[in-house]
């Protein structure tokens, strides 16, 4: 599943480069308000157990891919900077049990150039499962800490609407556990 990542990584670093708007002559609107971005994609999720046990046996890790979403909100602080929540989840089978992993991150996004960002923050991190996997034998709801950071491309389609392909990057670390998910997601955002 490294190999995912890497070919996530390396299809947005093309799209990065061969969708400029500052190369074209372009200026991005400025950033002045609120915005709302959706988005939905495919990511790649390590799970590491600090212990083996009899639930798993002696297996310590496991990595799954499936869908991933997020969904931002927030304000603009000025036109390079905004703030904002920022909901990433990810769901999979693991083991035969459907687990949700999410992040609840307060993050500060920068803009280095004119469409393209990068962000970051530390997060709430909750896990869900359905039970009779590899976390527990009945349904389980687990939090604990996390942090999430990113980079984009923001694609005005016009002077309110833009197609943000991003790039994602959580960590979460529960007591005994700790997950990695890289994904890639395509959002829709709306600025005013």
């Known amino acids: 599943m490294d190999r995912v990542s890497n070919a996530c990584t390396l299809f947005f670093l093309l799209a990065v480069a061969t969708s400029s708007p500052a190369a074209a002559g372009k200026q991005l609107p400025a950033h002045t308000g609120f915005f709302a971005c959706y988005g939905i994609g495919y990511g790649s999720c390590r799970v590491h157990f600090a212990q083996a046990d009899e639930i798993r046996g002696d297996r310590t890790q496991y990595r799954e891919g499936n ?50 960002f990068v962000r970051a923050g530390p997060a709430l991190a909750l896990l869900s499962s359905g039970g009779g996997g590899f976390i527990e034998s009945g349904g389980s709801t687990h939090s604990g800490l996390g942090f999430s950071a990113g980079l984009g491309l923001e694609h005005r389609l016009t002077k309110r609407l833009a197609v943000v392909p991003s790039l994602h990057w959580n960590y979460q670390h529960f007591e005994g556990m700790s997950t990695n998910t890289v994904s890639l997601t395509v959002d829709l955002g709306l600025f005013w």
């Open 67 to 116: 869908l991933s979403q997020n969904l931002n909100l927030g304000v603009a602080l000025g036109n390079k900077l905004l703030v904002g929540i920022e909901l990433q989840s990810f769901t999979a089978n693991f083991d035969f049990a459907w687990t949700n992993f999410a992040n609840v991150a307060a993050v500060l996004c920068y803009y280095p150039a004119s469409e393209i």
